[in-house]
Nanobody, 119 residues
């Protein structure tokens, strides 16, 4: 099993920044990538960004490209999401997920951290 714990969410004014963290533990070697997803009230979960444990080519959704940056600290088994120029529409619960090597599905999920952006 893989455990994921998010932190760093909070309340921020539009234009501000937050850095979200995702600490991974357990059978990390069975995963290939970590991603961030978000779910706003009344909406489905959407992909935000992802990065592989090896290699250095991240992926971003068009809605956050240029504003958010995903990075990783392999020795600490931690993945970060730096969120800049936040907008009220970025308000959501942000989830960290790990992609299984075997299935390529996002099989492991954290509990989520709330990000609220006010104008």
């Amino acid at each position: 099993q893989v455990q994921l714990v998010e932190s760093g969410g909070g309340l921020v004014q539009a234009g501000g920044s937050l850095r979200l963290s995702c600490a991974a533990s357990g059978r990390i070697y069975s995963t290939s990538a970590v991603g961030w997803f978000r779910q706003a009230p009344g909406k489905g979960r959407e992909f935000v960004a992802s990065i592989r444990w090896s290699g250095n080519i991240p992926n971003y959704s068009d809605s956050v490209k240029g504003r958010f940056t995903i990075s990783r600290d392999n020795p600490q088994n931690t993945v970060y999401l730096q969120t800049n120029s936040l907008k009220p529409e970025d308000t959501a619960v942000y989830y960290c997920a790990a992609q299984s090597l075997a299935s390529t599905r996002w099989d492991y999920w954290g509990q989520g951290t709330q990000v609220t952006v006010f104008s």
